[in-house]
């Protein structure tokens, strides 16, 4: 086990605040941002290379034929490689431990981020030997130790995962006591499922910390015990893996990300993290991170026993369209949703979208020319046009189980998984729904997955291969995702599984969730909660926006949203406020990728009887907004909020956005506090300001 020596000393920098940790016996050089928020390629490297080093434990372990890696490794051939990066500021290497009498070789690749204190890698386990490797287990792509600066709380803040609840991305603080651990896993192997999200902050005392973002889109863990009063270690990896490897096989484990912070409270770190997500962990097109879209359905509202987009037609959608354009309420992207596929629609004989998963062919008789005029249609309106797809999931009887059964893995009962792990399957797959994007003229690709796939990999594997059918299957995932970007250069992905069960650090590098959870659809104070838990960590994400009175909307404001007004009916929403709506969501939606401060209670807020307030700070242009809800159940017609980020002497113009009243306060006068007002009951609050000269 990497342990902390005692000795670790703090020093001190001219132009950069640092602080040393030790793992493995070694001091480690964290660099911290400074206040222009730069590092150096040289600091940053020296981390590196103390970790990573001939001779020495790194931050990873596992076990080897019954053995832990601590009592091997530095007696394993070494072997340090440097890549050639495609991506600006980010430096790689592939440090390769090698067991000269097994055949083993462990490749750990290093990425350094020269504009942010962060280090990631990933390992990779391959069997260089013709020969059956010996067991390999308890892979923990990180066995770290942190020391604090100071005798104190460590404070382990993290979120639950997605659970279709008011509580989705609740915001967790627990306090560590020596010699107690905490252990997060999540359900049923999808990586932000009910009870665990892989982001967290590790908050130490001394005013530093450690932000942790895991990479694996499959069953993680992370588990944190306090040794000493000074000392916390972290351990992280797949949750079950036991299996030897065949001659020249090569798997990958889960990706661990480090972002060191420094400063007075813990939201310094969750900032610096946004920034970095964006900036290195973001769809890119044309160099920049890509906006997600504001969207809209096909409109809701069939009559029974229709359901989603079970009776959509060709013609309806396209009259759908000219309807918005004529209105002038136009979405940036048309969304149609589950329901379009060879067997869905009214007459349930066919069966609903749900029984039809598994046919990836386009219903005739409903859809005659298939996407093709839809998609034709929505160019010409000068919008894009996105598409629901399940692959993963496969009903008995559908397309796939009747082509191709040996692309499923089988347990009793009529739902079935598509094995990605497959080379054949995930090849097949991504020229066929790559084909149909080409043909159908179909923009954004949305995928969803409504199933817990860890039953199926379990039952897949045999007794001296646990965890291959996991490994396997995500690594088919990203390959399956990173093949249609490539082929689509400015193709977005919407991530959907039951809502946000699938967000981690390998998919926000490659999509976004437009929508973030399945909870009860359009529900005020939910969505105000899932806003405030996942800005934490991660700036792109999106909701339904089902009305538009000032409460609801402002409650379902993001970096992306879903247009969900009638306009083929008698609706309570005019076309007049649907208008101003749209205007006001991307006049409000660059405030979303600046950096986030609660303004109220940083753990449970799901209550109807509370406040909940936050704001949004871009530093650049020393601009931001504040957003506050007066839910029903509270009592109190005001609420006393101290605001952050400014720049102490710096003057402010205060506009709020319901009364028209401008006040001008300094900096630190806001910060102090200042006194939000809601008379009514649900009501909310939308302030803007920005920095003036006196």
Known sequence: MNVIKSEAKLFLKKRMTTFLVVVGGL?????????????????????????????VIPPFSFVYD??????????????????????????????????????LAVKCKVTCFTDFPAVEWVLNFVNTSDKNTPLIENAEVINYSFNAREKGNYVFHH??????????????DDTLSVGNAINIVPWGGRSSDANAFPFFNLEMPGKHGVMVGIGWTGRWYANLLQKNEQSVTLKSGMEIMKLMLYPKEEIRTPKVCLLFWSGENRMVGHNQFRRFVLKHHSRMIDGKFAEYPLCSGFDYGDPSPCGEYTCMTENFAISLIERYKYFKVLPEVFWLDAGWSTGCGWDKSKGDWNSNVGNLTIEKERFPNGFKKISQAAHEAGCKFMVW???????????????HPEWLIKLPGDTYLFDLGNKDACKWLTQYIGDLIQNEGIDYYRQDFNMDPLPFWQANDKPDRVGISEIRHIEGLYAYWDGLLERFPNLLIDNCSSGGRRIDLETTSRSAPLWRTDYQYGE?????????????????????????????????????TVMNWSITGWGPESIPDIQRRIKDFKALQPYYYGDFYPLTSQVNNTGNELWLAYQLHRTEEKDGIVLAFRRDGNKDASLKVKLGGLEAKATYEVFNEDSGQIIRKNGRELMEGLELIIPEKPGSLLLKYKQVKD
């Open 27 to 55: 001091f480690c050089f964290s660099p911290i941002l400074s206040a222009q928020n730069t590092t150096t390629a040289a600091e940053t490297q020296m981390w590196i290379k103390q970790h990573f080093a001939k001779g």
């Open 66 to 103: 019954g053995r832990s890696s601590d009592t091997f490794i530095k007696s394993w051939q070494f072997n340090s490689e440097k890549l050639d990066s495609r991506n600006q500021n980010e430096e790689e290497r592939v440090y390769t431990y090698t067991d000269k009498m097994t055949g």
């Open 159 to 172: 979120a639950k995962g997605s659970n279709a609840e008011r509580t989705d991305f609740m915001p967790i």
């Open 389 to 403: 797809f399940e692959p993963e999931r496969v009903m008995k009887g559908t397309q796939i189980d009747i082509e």
């Open 524 to 560: 005020p104070n939910g969505y105000q909660c899932h806003t405030f838990g996942l800005n934490f960590y991660l700036p792109l994400h999106g909701a339904g926006m089902y009305k538009t009175d000032n409460f609801t909307f402002r409650s379902s404001m993001s970096a992306a």
